[in-house]
């Protein structure tokens, strides 16, 4: 039976204060001090949607080349992908190194399109035209400074693998309804949203249009309302889930958590993030219903398997709940989300034009971090070269394709760089080394000063690497960031 | 087996520009400052120039790319011009191509002039950039301290010296140039410096502080060569002659292979080697009379130290904190003042370290002279500790 076979999430590490931006903004918005509570996910400068997306997938697909084997199609699903053309599930596929011969979509426009891409990447597997589809939604929302959507709006992604055999949940029923009710909108150009009044989404948005979506999903799946055991619904409204599970029938306590206090709502991302919570939360024969907003609605249903279990991601929500990192300064979030106009100094006039053809060329090494394996001697390097760095074995075109990305890494020398320009200083950089061997020269993101030093446990995580503003083109590669739970490990290995 | 260079070719004259932020010279003024100092030392005229070695880093930002530059500057008689680059080291290989085309008899006499314009940037510290268009895509967004600055947890992990240990020994390095360059009029920083204000600067890159950084500076430097037989004719005697030029590249070792620890100069010790065997000298340690090394950065010139055999590995610290290396010590290092004060005009500095070797074994470098010089060696090196190109040369005393 269709269904879900595998999921991950991601969430940046930074938690911006509510309170650090209410009291910052009392001045101007008082009233928003009543949203005063918790924190909201906060991506770093060098994350974006299509980054957080890349991370999801890769906790979802896990280290082994057997996760991402198979994968026949792909849909990545965000309103606020760094390319408005040029495929971005397209980069996604080449960070993850998957087959060139797959079928990929991006799915946009709407609150609803994580969902709505979960559900074509169902509908496809069950219909026989793809087989492991992996569906990644990511959401990287900008707002106003001093308005609400900057408190409620949260980052992340979430990702899931959907096969003919179901693995971890049961695909049971999904519901749609399509209704061009503008709650708000956000043109082509513009760079924020435009919202409407709030009274009027919920009363003659959200109470009318999503119970229908939900009726025929579960319809479709054979159940009745109070057989639900997770209700996932985002909103921002508070009670919104609560009350719309009252008037569907469906148990109060069934009603899911939203995370608003945690990491905020992270747009179209956020219904595939509260179902991959919900799936880590519950036990076999579970039913849970995801359901999203977003000019109609969008409802799918799922019965959690015994197999589940075994299939909880590394990281998951539970994982990026705990991996945070408290933020108390609202100017740095306004500065990484372009909103203050800051003096950069000439340094960052440098610049970023990016070769396409080499980008082209060099494909899998800039976005799959692929190196090369002699096939003679074994050693491994970054770059794959014609001729191997082997000291003594020069061999000539022995290298076969070698990926670094999922391998334990540490630092062999680094430093905190306050002169060079960088959007977070100081730029950390340094020697990465390798399990396995091969090294690569590169940055270090998701630090503090003080926190590197000789030996530290990294991981490869993929990140913006620069801003081409005067084209509008964003580069990508791979940085180390410290491998945590090595970290910790160390740290328990070291107290026995 | 290579003969080596020893003793076939002799310094016939040098010059070199005041160092510093030269705000009233560009690139040309720079040039014909050494190069008049030059000849006039060697007591020739232009006429007898048969090639010249132009060695400069920053082209698009200095004299612009290929040999023009220099001879119509220096209004040469339409000779041979070659420019060089090699990164830092530029100012070394300008020498070597003049000292090679000598010692191959294709010329009598050779002039290698090293210039570098960097204070028309608007900004401190070298000017940005990555080459190419594949590595702007790959590699950090950081700069020189940012890659030197490495070696020092590098060397820290390797030999357990603690932060506090090491960043004292690298103050001390910048507290004995300062020292030095405080005698020398042509040194772009002339102020001598307390261990208290080094240790106390800002951070520029960790660890390195403001005064574990050398000075970015305007300058030139120039070399008359010729063979000692020429030179005597022309009256010359006491002869300083080249004993040993050598030359390592990085080929990836360091960067994208598995035995490099981060920790020193992986070419600095295969140059060195061959130098201390071309300029036949066993026990480098008592027979090098002084040296000026490329201390771009504090804690470069401190892992040099073992790189050129001169320390124990491990021990470059102690000898640094021991004032080994001090004007007054067993071995005077950066007697000119360095890279740190004398000032780094890129394509210059080759040639201006081997100023300072020429004027001390001739007996000229006035407060600074050190007692009876017999080996001066120069250590010039360019690109990041990862992936540089190093140059060791030797001069010395005619037939020692």
Known sequence: MVGIAAWGAYAPRLRLSRKAVTEANAWVAPNLRAKAKGERSMANWDEDALTMAVEAARDALGVTDEGRAGVDALYFASTTAPFVDRQNAGIVAAALTLEKAIASADVTGSQRCGLAALGQALAAVKGGSAARALVVAGEHRRARAASSQELDNGDGAAAFVVSAEAGAAEFLGRGSVTDDFVDHFRGADAGFDYSWEERWIRDEGIVKLVPPAVRAALQNAGLSPAEVTHFCFPSVFGGMAASLAKSLGIAPEAVRDNLALTLGEAGCAHGP????????????????????????????????TEAAAQAHPARGVTGSLLDRRAEENYLKFLTFNGLVEWDKGMRAEKDNKTALTTLYRNQDQILGLVGGRCRETGVVQFPRTRISVAPNNPAVDTQEPYRFAERRASVLSYSADYLTFSMSPPNHYGMIVFEGGGRIMMDITDVEPGEVDSGLPVKM???????????????????????????????????E | MAKGIRDKVAI???????????????????????????????????????????????DELGTGKGGTPLSIALRLPNIAVTRVENFCASGSEAFRGAVY???????????????????????????????????????????????????????????????????????????????????????????????????????????????????????????????????????????????????????????????????????????????????????PREQISMMEVHDCFSITELVTMEDLFISPEGQGWRDVLDGFYDADGGLPCQIDGGLKCFGHPIGASGLRMLYEMYLQLQGRAGERQLKDPVFGMTHNLGGAPSSNVCSVAIIGQEGA
């Open chain 1, 273 to 304: 993030l509260m179902l991959a919570h919900a799936l880590e939360q519950a036990a076999p024969g579970d039913v849970v219903l995801v359901a999203q907003f977003g000019q109609g609605a969008e409802a799918l249903v799922f019965r959690v």
């Open chain 1, 461 to 495: 995580v993929f990140r913006v690497k620069d801003v081409d503003e005067k084209r509008g083109f964003v580069r990508y590669f791979w940085k180390a960031a410290p491998d945590r739970a090595a970290i910790a490990a160390q740290a328990a290995q070291a107290a």
């Open chain 2, 12 to 58: 016939l004259g040098m010059g070199c520009s005041k160092f510093g932020e030269r705000w009233d010279a560009g690139p040309d003024d720079l040039m014909v400052e050494a190069y008049v100092e030059a000849m006039a030392d060697a007591g020739i005229e232009p006429s007898q120039l048969d090639a010249a070695w132009f060695s400069t880093h920053v």
């Open chain 2, 101 to 283: 085309a000598v010692a191959a008899g294709a010329a009598d006499i050779a002039i290698a002039v090293g210039v570098e314009k960097l204070k028309d940037t608007g900004y401190g510290g070298l000017p940005v950039g990555a080459p190419g268009t594949l590595a702007p895509q790959i590699i950090p967004n950081g700069s020189a301290p940012g890659n030197f600055a490495q070696l020092a947890s590098a060397y820290r992990a390797k030999h357990g010296v603690s932060r506090e240990d090491l960043k004292r020994a690298i103050a001390h390095v910048s507290v004995k140039s300062h020292a030095n360059g405080a005698k020398n009029k042509k040194a772009h920083l002339q102020k001598a410096v307390t261990a208290e204000q080094v240790l106390n600067a800002p951070l520029i890159a960790e660890p390195l502080g403001l005064f574990d950084c050398c000075g970015v500076s305007d300058g030139a430097a120039a070399a008359i060569v010729t063979t000692p037989e020429i030179a005597r004719s022309l009256g010359k005697r006491d002869l300083v002659t080249v004993k040993a030029l050598q030359l390592s590249v990085s080929n990836g070792f360091e960067s994208q292979y598995n035995g490099w620890d981060g920790s020193y100069f992986h070419t600095a010790r295969i140059a060195a080697g061959k130098a201390y065997k071309e300029a036949g000298i066993e026990r």
